[in-house]
């Protein structure tokens, strides 16, 4: 989640490295750096806390004119969020400045080697220790490239490294081992960053870098290599998305434009896979027919939001596929053993594509020998890239740290996933394909629907903005839908929230009922086998003090006299309501975060995309 940017052309490195930095400053961070080579020598200006202090530090204490430059924003892993511990960090002798996204998993062994020769480290990270390993190398190993590959090779963990040297201005070098590189190819000048927001407003053409691979650039050159200086394939592509659909697009909160963005997203993700006559198509899934009427059990693998949409899916799959599906925590999956075998399909959800757990859950799937689908919304990003398959969502940016848009498009995804496999496999829906295919695809004009509820969603807002605790209770799909909820809470307003299988009540949180506690309660269509139960539950609840948030369908009058408050949803079928239901959930939550004054986009202690375990 660190943010990386490299330059070499004819522009001033400062302005570009700072701008770059600045968009991604999304990623969240608690520090930030920059160093520019000139006249020989690097110079280096970092500081704790937002991009604000580093610019301001730079005005205070300015760095020389320069082309060539790094800069970074720091999410801590190894030391405190202060000056020392900023990136980048350079050598004894100051001829060398590193950045670094990852962890280096041995670099405690590496550190206490360099402290015994006699190497002073000013701070407590582990990239430091790259900087002194770097110079050292250099001793033997002249070319800042080389030196680089030959470091490489001793380290392990997830990194993406890029440095420049003292002697060499106009040059860039850069590693990438799991944490994720692109190269921006411009006009006389070139770009590194973590992602290509950094560079998009200079250039379109990107380079995803690849596992264990070198890069050099210059301003008239770009040279790839693995780490032991073979030439090494890349594929160039063009960035479809461009600036300003990064911005806000006229909201307060990135938050809010991409929760209003959720039809089009939802519409997108549908595009060309349903034809008229509701069937489903995937074109270049990379699953062939023959392997998908093997399968015989799907394990969905996942982090926080995703990991709920896995939740949602699973009740999809198994009622279209008739496929056992389970659904697992990422960070716990490879740890419990799992069984795994080729007829297994493992699906890994991931909105940015490189949060660590699920990379690594993904490749302990793959080396136990089955296959893994990507569901993924980060076009060349590193877990569909590593994938045997991948359908990838089009959210578009989801730049807020609350996954909103990328959520819906989810279970979307998963879902047209399913009715492929039960196509493909000749199993029926429980009802007429066709008809299922065609409700999904009636969903972004439900979503649209549902965003009229905004403004009475704020005001309960703020009518519970000194509650201390909410719960949210559901059944089937509403119960990872209540999850979801609870996860936006916490993650947006900083408040415990917790969410409830409503017929887990009675088995003890109803306990924790008392008067004025709020409560929302997703309440299933009024044709599903469920909605009675969870009627009696909204009763027990408020008989005992309760405040009642109810969202249920238009029309069901069953609900009034337990409700306090009501959030109408659009009619729609059982498994459909999560597209609809998890909207004001989003909404109250980040109205909740606004009026308590907090920072809705780059909520505390976040970050968009988690890249180390
Ligand atoms: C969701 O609002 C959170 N930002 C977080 O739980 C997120 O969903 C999780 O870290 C997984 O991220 P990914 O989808 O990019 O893998």
Known sequence: MCGIVGYVGPQQAQNVVIEGLRRLEYRGYDSAGIAIVSDQAIQTRKKAGKLANLEAELVDSPISPSHTGIGHTRWATHGAPNDVNAHPHVSEDGTIAVIHNGIIE?????????????????????????????????KSTPGLADALREVCQVL?????????????????????????????????????????????????????????????????????????????????????????????????????KEIAEQPKAVADTLLGRIDKSGKVTLADLGLDDAFLKTIDKIIITACGTAYHSGLIAKYAIEHW??????????????????????????VAISQSGETMDTLMAMRYAREQGAKVLAICNS?????????????????????????????????????LFAMYLAQTRGTGYGKDAATVALELSDMPSMIDLVLDTTEGVKAIAKELIDKQSVLFLGRSVGFP??????????????????????????????????????????????????HDKIVSNIQEVRARGALTIVLAEEG???????????????????????????????IFSCEMATVKGYDVDQPRNLAKSVTVE
């Open 321 to 346: 596929t008739r496929i056992p599906c389970e659904v697992e925590l990422a960070s716990e999956f490879r740890y419990r053993d799992p069984i795994l075998t080729p007829t297994t399909l493992v």
């Open 379 to 415: 076009n060349g990003s590193t877990i569909p890239r590593e994938s045997d398959a991948v359908i990838y969502t089009h959210a578009g940016p989801e730049i807020a740290v609350a996954s909103t848009k990328a959520f819906l498009t989810q279970i979307v995804a998963c879902y």
């Open 106 to 138: 041995n670099f405690a062994m590496l550190r206490d080697k360099l402290i015994a020769e006699g190497v002073t480290l000013r701070s407590q990270t582990d990239t430091e220790v790259v900087a002194h390993l770097l110079s050292k190398q250099m």
């Open 481 to 530: 839908v209540a999850l979801e909820g609870a996860l936006k809470l916490k993650e947006l307003a900083y408040m415990h929230a917790e969410g409830f299988a409503a017929g887990e009540l009675k088995h003890g949180p109803i306990a924790l009922i008392e008067d004025g506690i709020p409560v929302f309660v997703v309440v299933p269509p009024q044709d599903d086998e469920l």
């Open 156 to 256: 392990t963990g997830a990194f993406t490294l890029v440095v420049v040297h003292a002697d060499t201005p106009d040059v860039v070098v850069a590693a990438r081992r799991n944490s994720p590189l692109v190269v921006g190819r411009g006009d006389g000048e070139n770009f590194l960053a973590s992602d290509v927001a950094a560079f998009i407003a200079h250039t379109r053409n990107a380079i995803e870098l690849g596992q264990d691979q070198i890069v050099e650039i210059t301003p008239n050159s770009i040279e790839v290599t693995d780490f032991y200086g073979k030439p090494a394939e890349f594929t160039e592509y063009e960035v479809t998305w461009d600036a300003a659909a990064a911005e806000k697009g006229g909201f307060d909160l990135f938050m809010l």
């Open 556 to 586: 069901d009058e069953s609900i009034n006299e337990f409700s306090d408050h009501i959030i109408r949803l659009p009619k729609c079928p059982a498994l459909m309501q999560p597209l609809v239901a998890t909207v004001p959930l989003q």
